[in-house]
């Protein structure tokens, strides 16, 4: 048991070096800003809330030193916050927000694609009209109606991101199960009387999920601007939790004097928006070289042998 053990955990470590070869420096940044998310606000003996002298510790600038004497990387806002803190604080939600949003988003429209691609006539006619439909509406348009039907909140923004953002992922899935549908190995399959639905969960999705993958994380970055432009609206993430988009709303009235405020949430908006779009482009070629035709293939008669 011991040494089955030891080689699992062998694998696992080889296919994270393999993963981590692949996403490159960009999945290095993401991953460091979500190591920092978790561990600068536990580890900073700074508290991300507002303290008791605030004309002595606001407005420091960055690398600078308060009237307490202690020192800020980044500086502090205008209630003497440091800023450093409470980015590593937004950092939780703005990449919590933008993985739930753009996770939920790819089950449903994984869900959906399959079920189109799979069953083809009417339902696959319903379905791609409901999303051609949905794609016609400009999605900030129908995130700022639905937020503004219910109170603000992090789980109204998540599950706003993943109604809105199903219809391209539910696209590229469908037509991957068109395509994989008709190999020999799937037809071989129904041929030796494998039911419908175990040749679609275990040969025909797994062989068409690649570009749902590249689509899942590319979305990761258009949900954190979309997450950041509803809480700097007042119609996302409500203060005094800290999310960058409404740290950049906070610091709009302190532009001309301490610009820092809005800048830092801003670059780090910026950065992390870019290192995921950057990391779905790096994913792609490999998805696209492990596309249903060079993938391997389960036996047909594997996939029919009843089970024990």
């Known amino acids: 048991m011991a040494r089955g053990m030891a080689q699992g955990m062998a694998r696992t470590v080889v296919r994270l070096r393999r993963v981590m070869t692949r996403a490159g420096w960009p999945g290095a940044l993401l991953l460091l800003c979500a190591a920092g998310a978790v561990l600068v606000p536990w580890l900073s003996p700074e508290s991300s809330r507002p303290i008791d002298d605030v004309l002595r510790t606001r407005l420091a600038r960055p690398l600078a030193v308060d009237g307490r004497g202690h020192w800020h990387l980044l500086g502090t806002d205008a209630f003497g916050r440091d800023l450093t803190v409470r980015l590593f604080i937004g950092a939780r939600i703005s990449l919590f927000v933008g993985v739930a949003g753009s996770t939920l988003s790819a089950l449903l429209g994984t869900a959906l694609g399959a079920v189109a691609g799979w069953r083809g006539g009417v339902v696959d006619r319903v379905i791609v009209a409901l999303g051609d439909a949905l794609l016609a509406i400009p999605r900030l348009v129908l995130l700022l109606v639905i937020a503004a039907l219910w109170?603000?909140?992090l789980t109204v923004v998540i599950v706003v991101l993943g109604l809105t953002g199903w219809m391209s992922v539910m696209r590229l899935v469908r037509a991957d199960v068109q395509g994989v549908r008709v190999l020999p190995y799937v037809e071989g399959a129904h041929a030796l009387g494998a039911p419908a639905w175990r040749v679609l969960r275990r040969h025909v999705l797994p062989n068409a999920l690649g570009s749902a993958l590249v689509a899942t994380t590319l979305g990761v970055g258009n949900a954190i601007v979309?997450?950041?432009?509803?809480?700097?609206?007042?119609?996302?993430?409500?203060p005094p939790t800290a999310s960058w988009g409404n740290m950049i709303a906070g610091g709009r009235e302190w532009?001309?004097?301490a610009p820092w405020i809005a800048l830092v949430p801003g670059v780090a908006l910026i950065v992390t928006v870019v290192c995921a779009t950057l990391l779905g482009e790096r994913l792609a070629p490999w998805v696209t070289r492990a596309r249903p035709g060079a993938l391997r293939a389960r036996s047909a008669l594997h996939a029919?042998?009843?089970r024990s």
């Open 226 to 238: 979309l997450e950041s432009g509803l809480s700097f609206l007042g119609l996302g993430v409500q």
């Open 151 to 153: 109170s603000p909140g």
């Open 255 to 257: 532009l001309l004097v």
């Open 304 to 306: 029919a042998a009843p």
